[in-house]
């Protein structure tokens, strides 16, 4: 098969045909397929009916996976796991985040896959982080150059929501002791583009380390409200059976939160990356 690759926006984002992912792809489309995502920073596949098993073995190709410490699982693929609005409570997906960031190496990409939706509504967003590095005056970019900031599981994850149960509050202490607060650098490097991009994110960012609690709190607001700007970003309406794979380094995203009580499931593989720098 032969790949079209159709730019969406001019900040990221393209829809990617000519390939079947139930299917195993060669190394030539792997290639082709990472390469796409470098340039374009997120992927959309139409019409792909794909298992667990095939999702798993396809984001694979791309790097070991993570299994969550909070989500559920599909038992026998636990590498993908499941947000099911009729299970979970995924509020914390309706904020602008980058998944896991609140490991030592957060994620490299993830892979969605579209199972159950809702009539309308239930889009997802994507912003570059890479536009809206290259958007910062030189100054302000100079000033975040040096910085670091820290990245807290509890924030997405608050135990008044994932331990409200014995069961959930022994996962939930685990996952907290397993996960302790850690710094990133606001700036990150794209370790195979070279190219920079603003590494904070609403979802799990709570401070800037070298500054004030009051400087860091204005700065924060500052680049969070920045790194979503309308022409930073696109939004997916998505379809059944559609695949969306993101390079998780350099975007962030947002789940919107508008169908309920309608129900909505997801499948997601996620990525293992390496350490910022």
Same mark, same amino acid.
């Given at each position: 098969?032969?790949?079209?690759?159709?730019?969406?926006?001019?900040?990221?984002?393209?829809?990617i045909?000519?390939?079947?992912?139930s299917?195993?792809?060669?190394?030539?489309?792997?290639?082709? @397929?990472?390469?796409?995502?470098?340039?374009?920073?997120?992927? %959309?596949?139409?019409d792909?009916p794909?298992?667990?098993?095939?999702?798993?073995?396809?984001?694979?190709?791309?790097?070991?996976?993570?299994?969550?410490?909070?989500?559920?699982?599909?038992?026998?693929?636990?590498?993908?796991?499941?947000?099911?609005?009729?299970?979970?409570?995924?509020?914390?997906?309706?904020?602008?985040? =980058?998944d896991?960031?609140?490991?030592?190496?957060?994620?490299?990409?993830?892979v969605?896959?579209?199972?159950?939706?809702?009539?309308?509504?239930?889009? =997802?967003?994507w912003?570059?982080?890479?536009?809206?590095? #290259?958007?910062?005056?030189?100054?302000?970019? /100079?000033?975040?150059?040096? /910085?670091?900031?820290?990245?807290d599981? =509890?924030?997405?994850?608050?135990?008044?929501?994932?331990?409200?149960?014995? #069961?959930?509050?022994?996962?939930?202490?685990?996952?907290?002791?397993?996960?302790?607060?850690?710094s990133?650098?606001?700036?990150?490097?794209?370790?195979v583009?070279?190219?920079?991009?603003?590494?904070?994110?609403?979802?799990?960012?709570?401070?800037?380390?070298?500054l004030?609690?009051?400087?860091?709190?204005?700065?924060?607001?500052?680049? %969070?409200?920045?790194?979503t700007? !309308?022409?930073? =970003? @696109?939004?997916?309406?998505?379809?059944?059976?559609?695949?969306?794979?993101?390079?998780?380094?350099?975007?962030?995203?947002?789940?919107?939160?508008?169908?309920? !009580?309608?129900?909505?499931?997801?499948?997601?593989?996620?990525?293992?990356?390496?350490?910022?720098?």
């Amino acid at each position: 098969m032969s790949l079209t690759i159709t730019p969406l926006s001019p900040a990221l984002g393209a829809h990617i045909s000519g390939i079947d992912l139930s299917r195993e792809i060669s190394q030539e489309q792997r290639d082709a @397929i990472e390469q796409a995502l470098l340039k374009h920073q997120v992927l %959309f596949f139409r019409d792909q009916p794909i298992n667990p098993q095939q999702q798993a073995e396809f984001a694979a190709r791309f790097g070991d996976l993570h299994i969550h410490p909070i989500y559920p699982n599909v038992p026998e693929t636990p590498q993908v796991l499941v947000l099911d609005t009729a299970v979970t409570d995924v509020r914390d997906n309706a904020i602008w985040h =980058t998944d896991v960031t609140f490991l030592p190496t957060p994620a490299l990409g993830a892979v969605l896959s579209a199972k159950q939706l809702p009539a309308y509504g239930g889009d =997802t967003l994507w912003a570059s982080g890479i536009a809206a590095y #290259e958007a910062l005056s030189a100054p302000l970019q /100079l000033l975040l150059a040096g /910085l670091t900031a820290t990245h807290d599981f =509890t924030k997405s994850f608050p135990l008044e929501r994932f331990g409200t149960t014995p #069961e959930d509050l022994a996962r939930w202490e685990a996952a907290r002791r397993n996960n302790p607060p850690l710094s990133h650098p606001v700036i990150r490097t794209h370790p195979v583009s070279g190219r920079k991009a603003l590494f904070v994110n609403d979802g799990f960012t709570t401070r800037i380390n070298e500054l004030s609690e009051a400087e860091s709190e204005a700065i924060l607001k500052l680049l %969070f409200a920045h790194a979503t700007r !309308p022409e930073f =970003t @696109i939004r997916w309406r998505w379809q059944e059976n559609d695949v969306a794979f993101w390079d998780n380094r350099v975007t962030q995203h947002y789940a919107v939160d508008d169908y309920r !009580p309608t129900r909505r499931v997801m499948h997601r593989a996620t990525i293992l990356g390496d350490a910022p720098f």
